[in-house]
């Protein structure tokens, strides 16, 4: 079946800009995680939705971020005003239950920051 | 806080020969534990998890883990690797399943004919 998904692939912006970062997970899963690599680091979470509801926001690095699950589905990271510093592959995740299961990742977004 | 430590940052194996990459964590109890695998351009995928019961967890591609509570440890193991398993190898715990998971810092993998 079809796994996580995520677009756009590769995004280039300017200092600035504003960009948003698609992900939808499996169908019917229910916990939704995005997190954020750093070249030659291991992931480092940012936020937790179950179904629509934000559970987890603390890994956000400034309030430049923002992301949303309005439907419980579909995720959209939001980052307004780019800077250098938050140029990294940007991971979703789901998981189908609650508690217990393993998360599946999605191919990431590369975005870079000039 | 949890933390996992991966001491190793690259490692060069020959092809056919066994392998063993480190993990150590610090958490207050017996976390959930994690391998996952990161090959060039893909996303990561699971090779295996520990939630309780057996130390040792077999997984997929021919890996395997052990859970060692007094040395804070999970390394993973493989008697012997295939060209295909060259790619960057991240170990993560969590406080609990489907909860948010903390990473190593990884350690790249190279094949050697």
């Known amino acids: 079946g079809a796994g996580v998904s995520q677009s756009p692939r590769y995004k280039v912006a300017k200092r600035g800009q504003d960009v948003a970062l698609r992900c939808d997970p499996i169908s019917g899963h229910v916990s939704l995680f995005w997190y954020q690599q750093a070249l030659g680091q291991g992931p480092e979470f940012l936020t937790y939705?179950?179904?629509?509801?934000?559970?987890?926001k603390s890994g956000l690095p400034s309030d430049r971020f923002f992301a949303e699950r309005p439907e419980g589905s579909v995720s959209t990271l939001k980052i307004q005003r780019t800077q250098q510093e938050d140029s990294a592959v940007y991971l979703c995740?789901?998981?189908?239950?609650?508690?217990?299961?393993?998360?599946?990742f999605g191919p990431g977004t590369r975005l870079t920051v000039l | 806080a949890q933390s996992v430590t991966q001491p190793d940052i690259h490692i060069t194996v020959s092809e056919g020969a066994s392998l063993e990459l480190r993990c150590n964590y610090s958490y207050g109890a017996t976390p959930y534990l994690f391998w996952y695998v990161q090959s060039p351009g893909q996303g990561l995928q699971l090779l295996l998890k520990y939630f309780s019961g057996d130390t040792l967890v077999q997984g997929i591609k021919g890996f395997e883990a052990e859970f060692k509570r007094s040395q804070s440890s999970f390394n993973l193991r493989k008697p012997s690797v295939h060209w295909s398993d060259a790619a960057e190898y991240f170990c993560a715990v969590a406080p609990g399943g489907n909860e948010k998971l903390t990473f190593g810092t990884g350690t790249r993998l190279t094949i050697i004919p």
């Open positions: 939705f179950q179904n629509e509801a934000q559970l987890d």
């Open positions: 995740a789901s998981s189908p239950i609650d508690r217990g299961d393993t998360q599946y």
